[in-house]
């Protein structure tokens, strides 16, 4: 049985920087399930529909195809306002579950060919609904100004321009969201080690996951 690593968190935690690292030294395939939910945003607002529509955010989720899941599109902002949206209906959240938990239990070859020794996914609710045995519950987190700064910096660097302010709000909204949608609300599964990074770096939240880890003795 594949053993499964569960990462979640708010947008700029640090999740998906702390889900790399632990990839690479477990070797594990990893998933970064949020690609599913940014896909099926971006599908409905390219086409010019409404990510809030249930309806139209579901059939785009069960028309998703995995390749869609490399275009580089789904790493600006205006995709993951359409995922936060999207990822509020019920139907679109049932329709990628399935490839949620097939990934985790079946996880594919590393890039290298060799086998996988197990499943890492990081999202918004991994350790609560998808993956709710996983061998490794992490919940990353930090303070919303801390993370606003965070991905307005992420911005700027990538050329992008923005407005503080406006990324604060954005995130305020995105937060509000993810935290009070019915369908798999984020939050913190009771059985999951809470890594607040607003004044970690990322070697400090590698090392208190990685003691986390040792003291389950999976490997």
């Not at 939910?37 to 010019?48: L, N, P």
């Not at 409404?50 to 790493?75: C, F, M, Y």
């Not at 992008?160 to 949608?181: F, H, N, P, Q």
């Amino acid at each position: 049985m594949s053993i499964i690593f569960a990462i979640d968190g708010p947008a700029a935690a640090g999740k998906g920087t702390l889900a790399k690292r632990l990839e690479a030294h477990f070797k594990l395939s990893k998933l970064d399930t949020g690609l599913l939910y940014r896909a099926t945003g971006f599908k409905v607002v390219s086409a010019g529909g409404d990510p809030e529509d249930a309806d139209v955010a579901e059939a785009a989720a069960r028309a998703l195809d995995p390749a869609e899941l490399d275009n580089p599109d789904l790493r600006t902002d205006e995709a993951a306002q359409a995922a936060s949206k999207v990822s509020a209906v019920p139907g679109v959240r049932a329709a990628l579950l399935d490839f949620q938990r097939n990934f985790a239990q079946n996880p594919p070859a590393l890039s290298d060919g060799s086998p996988a020794k197990g499943a890492i996914l990081d999202g918004r609710d991994i350790g609560t609904t998808v993956c709710p045995d996983a061998d490794v519950k992490l919940f990353v987190t930090a303070s919303t100004e801390i993370r606003a700064k965070r991905r307005f910096k992420e911005l700027q660097d990538r050329g992008l321009g923005a407005i503080y302010a406006r990324v604060l709000d954005d995130m305020k909204e995105r937060d509000a969201r993810d935290t009070s949608r019915s369908a798999s609300p984020l939050v913190a599964a009771t059985d999951a080690l809470v890594l607040d990074t607003s004044d970690m770096d990322a070697d400090q939240a590698y090392a208190a996951a990685l003691d986390f880890i040792a003291a389950k003795n999976l490997f």
